[in-house]
């Protein structure tokens, strides 16, 4: 009996353990895919306040789980694109309410800052993707 009741206070103890925020998993929508070896690639969604604003970026709540993550403002922020490769982040249409079909010819914008959240469609090869929603 004494065995049973310390193996069910062990097991009550470790369900108070605090989960991580993502339950273990890897979230790739909070952390940016590393295509470029900048230093602005690798700082971007980082929690590193000090590298963030070295990099000229600022520590900002994001997503659904409010995080604060390092978000860059990009210098090509707006420009007219055909491809992820024309921008320093991704290209995209942000008016998702007129977004144009995936698989069909599209021309988008240089996102405007590292932060992966919201609702986008992306351009890659002068085609549309699929419409997404990151939270």
Known sequence: MKRILIAAAALLAAACQPMPANDGKTDLAEAPPVVQTSSVQSVAGSEDAA?????????????????????????????????????????????????????????????ASSSRFGCYTTIENGKAEATICVD
């Open 51 to 111: 590298a963030c604003a070295a990099a000229g970026g600022k520590m900002l709540p994001q997503g659904r789980m409010q995080s604060v993550r390092c978000v860059i403002t990009y210098a090509d922020a707006g420009q007219r694109c055909t491809d992820g490769d024309d921008c320093a982040g991704d290209c995209r249409v942000d008016d998702v309410a007129n977004a144009p079909a995936a698989g069909t010819n599209a021309v988008g914008q240089c996102q």
